[in-house]
């Protein structure tokens, strides 16, 4: 799943990242990808052999990708502790998977008229 988001990130950022290249054509532009996952950087980098066939595909996809490119992308590893957006994403989805267990909750135990009702006062009504 990472070297799928590193995909979509890179394949979502491609406009801006060219217009900045092109701004400044004397620069190298070098872009840094930084990633929790050591696996999925090492991979990238060449380290480590990708052996899973759709990671593979991935991998491939993503060298196609940055072969085109006058810029340089660079693959670092981030500790788990220190990554700030990773965190902040596993809060936010935190707070949508309680949201949508509230729902699935309120839907369970609430009528159409807004009474509460549990299974005891069904068999009684």
Same mark, same amino acid.
């Given at each position: 799943?990472?070297?799928? %988001?590193?995909?979509? %990130? ?5 406009? $801006? ?17 930084r990633s ?11 380290? /480590?052999?990708v ?26 590893? !981030?500790?788990?502790?220190?990554n700030? %957006?990773? !965190?902040? !994403?596993? $809060?936010?989805?935190?707070k949508?998977?309680e949201?949508? !267990? ?5 839907? $369970?135990?609430?009528?159409v /008229? ?6 005891? /006062?069904?068999?009684? %009504?």
């Open positions: 799943m990472e070297m799928l %988001a590193i995909y979509f %990130a890179l394949l979502d950022n491609q406009r $801006q990242i060219m217009m900045l290249a092109s701004s400044q054509k004397k620069k190298q532009i070098v872009v840094n990808i929790d996952s050591k696996t999925c950087i090492e991979q990238l980098q060449g380290v /480590s052999k052996r899973d066939a759709v990671l593979q595909r991935i991998c491939t996809s993503i060298r196609k990708l940055l072969d085109r490119r006058a810029y340089m992308i660079i693959f670092n590893h !981030l500790e788990r502790a220190r700030q %957006a990773g !965190l902040l !994403l596993e $809060q936010r989805r935190r949508e998977i949201k949508c !267990l509230m729902h699935q909750y309120q839907k $369970q135990y609430y009528t /008229s807004g009474f509460m009702m549990d299974q005891y /006062s069904l068999v009684t %009504a």
